[in-house]
């Protein structure tokens, strides 16, 4: 069942980056179709990969034969996370749960290995954790928090896919979320469209830079979609009306993007590097 057109009610989370049990209405994660085996045998890996758009495509993932390592932030998203592999053995996938903070680099070396170590090898790569803070004054963002959302959403790639590349053969896909907020910003969420700026240009020059080993680097710049990170960035007011002004008039849900990230991640976009997809609501900015 859909819940697409079911809009959010106004609401607000204390913390980043959120709890999906907390969420009303709960987001659609569900996949749409049957599956086909496109990642039969294949082992992925998601950075924040306990809700929303991780959770989402690690259930698809699962349902097309994955093997799935996913990481969460802290024991704040056990619950998600514990949820996540449940839905994701639900469909016959194997699964493994690592908490710890992307953006120190012996957590993703330690993520990766784990991987490696479960499953015998590697084969895709999503990143995905992020956080994002709500704030109307650029004068008024703190250094710490510049660092910390920068640690995260941009760090935490580079770490994530430095500690994985010595384990990637020939059709490996690496595949970075970035945001429309990087290609039309968004003026209350500066620091966080500023890191997505950054990994839009990672998956540029990382793609050329990996080409010769025939390994794939592409991107997906979700629009706005309903994930936890909305009610925990966000005044409840704002919450109320999130998504309202894409050009299909609703916030996007979870499973409306993952199958963005399946494509990218099989061998279906096997003459795709370098390249960003675009579920976003309609929204013709982004490009």
């Known amino acids: 069942m859909t819940r697409a057109k079911e809009a959010p009610v106004a609401q607000h989370q204390d913390r980043q ?10 987001p659609d994660y569900e996949p749409r179709y049957p599956g086909a085996g496109r990642l039969a045998g294949k082992v992925a890996i998601i950075t924040g990969g306990d809700s929303g ?23 704040d998203e056990e619950k998600d996370a514990r949820k996540t592999a449940e839905l994701v053995e639900r469909e016959g996938g194997e699964c493994f749960l690592l908490a710890g903070d992307v953006g120190k680099e012996d957590v993703a070396r330690s993520f990766v290995d784990e991987a490696v170590r479960k499953f015998g090898g590697l084969d895709i790569v999503i990143c995905g954790a992020a956080e994002q803070h709500f704030e109307t004054g650029f004068e ?33 896909s690496i595949i970075c979320i970035t945001s429309v907020t990087a290609y039309r910003g968004q003026p209350t969420l500066l620091d966080y469209s500023s890191t997505k700026g950054a990994i839009l240009s990672l998956v540029r020059a990382l793609s050329s830079n990996l080409a010769s080993k025939s390994i794939r680097v592409n991107g997906v710049a979700p629009g706005p979609i309903w994930t936890p990170l909305i009610p925990a960035s966000f005044p409840a007011g704002k919450v109320a009306e999130f998504g309202k002004s894409a050009p299909l008039g609703r916030p996007g849900q979870p499973n409306e993007v993952a ?25 013709l900015i982004g490009g």
């Open 17 to 26: 980056p959120g709890s999906e049990a907390e969420m009303d209405p709960p």
């Open 259 to 283: 199958p963005s990230l399946l494509f990218l991640a099989c061998e279906d976009s096997s003459y795709m590097s370098g390249q960003v997809l675009h579920p976003n609501g309609g929204d």
């Open 140 to 172: 008024n963002i703190p250094e710490e928090q510049i660092e910390r959302t920068f640690r995260t959403n941009v760090f935490g790639q580079f770490f994530v896919i430095q500690a994985a590349l010595p384990h990637l053969k020939e059709g490996a």
């Open 53 to 75: 758009i991780g959770r989402a495509t690690a259930i698809l993932f699962a349902r097309e034969g994955a093997h799935l390592g996913i990481l969460y932030k802290n024991m």
